[in-house]
């Protein structure tokens, strides 16, 4: 299987989810997300819900030329909302390419957020993909969080939504920018790294350690991310805290590996509560 058709399909936890580097086709989503395909709403949902599957949308999206390249969706314990529950769609514009022969490091995208079970409104947000490690990146406060309640005309709300977080993209451009001019110090860069394990370990029992350090955090997994900017930490502490696998210890003290952040929701918050430190610190060296 050649590099432009390569898939990637992870099941962490509570989440399956496809990425491809070619546009996914609707037999593709099916398989990883079928609940994007329901023909009807949840019998929870009341009369005042208005119900237009997500693939109606997505179909209107893509006559925008708006392109999925990633499927997610939450696993539901619930019996008989399986086919109703979260899931979520990466897409890029055709001004962005499939990534085939792309100038760039990184990819705009567009983030769609939805269930039928009444979980969640339509929401979208923008997105950043790092190709070298496939980071999943979600932008924090410098762009749109566009939510679309369950009534009146959904798919041109969509669409329109859409467009509103493309324009977003310069700013996140001079924000991306900004992190790669900004070298950090070994200090620095722990500080952050330090930041970033409070916010993922928030629940954590109070003066206890973490199971896992800053150190290895900002551990690089490729060669590509060896770095001293401000971006590069970003981009190590990100992969490390979201994908896991790291080597720690339970409060019991058990030896134990991290596990992969496998929530939708616990993904998306983390990701932009990650950007936005990075920002901030961005902030402070300039």
């Known amino acids: 299987m050649n590099t432009h058709t390569r898939l990637a399909t992870r099941f962490a936890g509570t989440t399956r989810s496809l990425r491809s580097e070619t546009v996914l086709d609707e037999q593709q989503m099916r398989a990883v997300a079928p609940s994007i395909f329901a023909e009807c709403k949840h019998v929870s949902r009341s009369e005042r819900y208005t119900y237009i599957p997500t693939i109606d949308v997505l179909r209107g999206l893509r006559c925008e030329g708006f392109e999925p390249f990633m499927v997610a969706q939450g696993r539901c314990r619930a019996p ?24 760039r490091p990184e990819a705009h995208e567009i ?18 993909l790092r190709f070298v490690c496939l980071n999943s990146l979600v932008v924090g406060d410098i762009a749109h969080d566009i939510r679309i309640p369950h009534k009146g005309n959904i798919q041109g709300e969509v669409i329109e939504g859409a467009f509103r977080v493309l324009e977003d993209f310069e700013t996140i ?21 330090r930041a970033a394990l409070a916010l993922r370990y928030a629940q954590h029992p109070a003066g206890v350690p ?7 955090l900002v551990e690089p997994r490729r060669m590509e991310d060896r770095g001293a ?21 339970t409060v019991q003290g058990r030896r134990m590996r991290t596990r992969e952040v496998g929530s939708i929701d616990r993904g998306v918050s983390l990701n932009r509560a990650l950007w936005t430190l990075a920002e901030e610190m961005r902030k402070l060296k300039a």
Do not use: C
């Open 210 to 216: 973490v199971p896992i350090t800053a150190e290895q």
């Open 229 to 249: 900017s401000l971006w590069d930490s970003f981009q190590r502490v990100q992969e490390n805290l979201l994908r896991g696998g790291l080597r720690g210890r």
């Open 80 to 103: 008989g909302k399986e086919d109703f529950t979260k899931h979520l769609i990466r897409l890029r514009h055709a001004r962005d390419g499939d990534g085939a022969a792309r100038a």
């Open 173 to 193: 451009d001079a924000s991306t920018e900004g992190m790669k001019s900004v070298t950090l110090q070994s200090a620095e860069e722990q500080a952050f790294a």
């Open 111 to 128: 983030i769609l957020i939805n269930s039928h079970d009444g979980a969640s409104s339509y929401q979208m947000l923008a997105g950043v």
